[in-house]
């Protein structure tokens, strides 16, 4: 419950691996704990909270009653939507009324994750279980969407510090990305680039030109076209991403068509 100033936040989690949790706690400016104990009041979160069964869904239900039209509410996971959305269900409510009743009195929704924005893997051919995104089930309350699977965590810290500090919305792109971290392509600042200039592409991963560092296009990086600063701001505070680590970009932070693409020509 709001105390101290610090607004309440209720984290819904749906059709997802945690990974965007996950990624979360190993931040370190802020520090998860800064974040939970001296900036929000997180009320409602299923892997972090100690509470479990009803004394849980009384906490979420307090919540909701004390708060309302003021909490952030946050999503991990994509939303079922097949045969009345059975295949994801927490306390006995499909994740769709979960989300439907969560959002009513919302002040912002943070879809966190490639899940949450727009369905993710889950939603790959033949989405069996009809898997969406926030933004196809919500549709009267502001909803920001982090994408990445996982996103970087300080995409989504400082979304919420920007919120925080200025009790607004960061500036978003038409796939309600905050700008300020989806605004370019990753292959404008990424390291192989000088190679992707000159021509030179690794032809096979772990012959030379691959060791080499060379650009991963032909190996089916999705880097110029894929909007995020993982380039810049890096994973885990040790400067490694995926192209530095030899690995094309899969364009996970991408809806649809270039996502959907990179897994389905990996299996
Ligand atoms: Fe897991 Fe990726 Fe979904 Fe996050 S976006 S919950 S990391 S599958
Ligand atoms: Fe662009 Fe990918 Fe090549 Fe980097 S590795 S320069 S992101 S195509
Ligand atoms: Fe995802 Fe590509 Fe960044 S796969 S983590 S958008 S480098």
Redesign the pocket.
């Known amino acids: 419950i709001e105390k101290n100033g610090n607004p309440a936040v209720i984290w819904l989690h749906f059709q997802e691996c945690t990974g965007c949790s996950e990624s979360l706690l190993r931040s370190s400016h802020p520090t998860i704990s800064t974040l939970i104990l001296d900036m929000i009041s997180l009320d409602y979160h299923e892997t972090l909270m100690v509470g479990a069964g009803h004394q849980a869904e009384k906490s979420l239900h307090d919540s909701m009653k004390a708060n309302q039209g003021k909490y952030i509410l946050v999503v991990e996971g994509a939303i079922p939507t097949k045969q009345n959305g059975i295949f994801c269900k927490v306390s006995g409510k499909t994740a769709m009324e979960s989300l439907q009743e969560a959002a009513k009195g919302a002040a912002a929704i943070i879809s966190i994750g490639t899940c949450a924005s727009y369905g993710g893997i889950q939603s790959v051919a033949p989405n069996p279980t009809g898997a969406v995104g926030v933004r196809d089930i919500v549709k009267d309350k502001p909803i920001i969407n982090i994408p ?2 996982p996103p ?1 965590p300080y995409n989504f810290l400082s979304t919420v510090l920007y919120y925080l500090t200025f009790k607004k919305l960061p500036e978003l792109d038409n796939l309600g990305r905050p700008k300020f971290a989806y605004g370019r392509k ?1 292959h404008e600042h990424c390291e192989r680039r000088p190679h992707f200039d000159a021509g030179r592409f690794a032809k096979a991963y772990g012959d030379p030109t691959h060791a080499q560092g060379y650009c991963l296009y032909k190996l089916g990086c ?2 110029p076209a ?1 909007s ?1 600063n ?2 810049v701001q890096r ?1 885990n505070d040790v400067g490694a ?3 530095s680590i030899g690995h094309p ?5 991408e809806p649809d068509i270039l996502f959907k693409t990179a897994i389905a020509e990996k299996v």
């Open positions: 990445g699977c970087n990753i999705k880097g894929t995020a993982c380039s994973f991403w995926p192209v970009c899969i364009g996970c932070t």
